[in-house]
């Protein structure tokens, strides 16, 4: 049997719950945890939310 498939590594936004294709995600790490979004909006409402988390800045569109 061929084994050539991709693994295709789905991530899921942490707001919306969307699944994201892995290298489209925003990826935020806290201290323990991996947050993903699918897209600004998302991060911006979950930095609204957690305003201790401080996370870095996202990269510029
Ligand atoms: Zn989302």
Known sequence: MST???QTSVLR???CH???PHNK???VESKEYA????GQ?????WEQKNPDSNPPPPPEQ
Do not use: D, R, W
């Not at 947050?35 to 699918?38: E, I, S």
């Not at 909006?41 to 409402?45: A, D, K, N, P, R």
């Open 4 to 6: 050539t498939q991709t």
């Open 13 to 15: 936004c942490s707001i």
């Open 18 to 20: 969307k699944e994201i």
């Open 25 to 27: 995600a925003l990826t």
């Open 35 to 38: 947050y993903h979004f699918c």
């Open 41 to 45: 909006g998302c991060f911006v409402e």
